[in-house]
């Protein structure tokens, strides 16, 4: 293992100032996503958009990643330029998605594991030639009645630790993704236990495998109610939804629980919050001074829903407004890292 290789990626993922654009949607949720626009999903139309957003003018200066999704990263621009090399000219690093998708679990209905790791070897080994510098495999952990169970968040962890040491084997970063789902009326507090659960077993699963924290980035959801939970004034940590500061809190009291010293940093996904409270939460965060780790996003819908709905307009003629959106999303939550970002600034959206 080239630990080295492995330290130097994983922070120049999270390096000051840079997060990463989840570009990864498989078709499926790519179907999903652009039938919300009105846009059909064919390979040309997912080829253009995300040429949209890979080829926007001084992306560099607030990402430090994209990840591809296998279909992506075999695509080139209208010019034929290979995607992966687009983004390595500017020096950004291409990331693949490598798992298959979650399925049902055995013997738990309503739990999903993650499955990929099948042949992933000979996959991350084609993923490197084609440009790929680091990988991410989501697991999805569902709280519910009774849910998650103990087997749900082992069965998932243990996945994640082998993919993870494929993915440092290949001098691949491995970006491990646990994310608990918004959806639901649980409250903060559920969901402060359910995720240093799934992370405190993750961590160990990691270790059992001898996977080298120092080369992984951790990509994760905030600790937070859920999307159901009913509103009480002002939020409240025993129901309704949380409030800005109680968010930013439990999840950096949840880290300092169950986060080794030594990983090099964690990059949140947006999952289903809207587009400013990811960034205002990613700030509250970071405003609190001196943390152990990075803390930076790894964003798909909060980084690219503007920039969608402008391109879906029209394909065509909208590509410098729809770049402008990306690039106006990327600086707030860049900002949002050094915990520089107020929602006055919201003031000078180009959309
Ligand atoms: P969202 O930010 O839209 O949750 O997507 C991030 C991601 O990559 C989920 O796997």
Redesign the pocket.
Known sequence: MDIELLKKTAKQMVAPGKGIL?A?ESSGTCQKRFESVGVPCTEENRRAYRETLLTADGLEQYISGV?LYDETIRQETNEGEAFAAVLEKKGILPGIKVDTGAKELALHPGEKVTEGLDGLRERLAEYKTLGARFAKW?AVITIGKDLPSPACIHANAHAMARYAALCQEAGIVPMV?P?ILIDGDHNIERCYEISTATLKKTFEELAGQDVAVEGVILKTSMVIAGKQAKSAEGGSSSGGQSGMEEVAKETIRAFKETLPAGLTGVAF???GQTDEQATEHLNAMNATGKLPWPLSF?????LQNPVLKIWAESPNANIAKAQAALLFRSKMNSLATQGRYSSEMEKERPY
């Open positions: 989840a990864d990840i989501r993704e994310e996904l947006s999952g790894s964003y798909g819908r909060a």
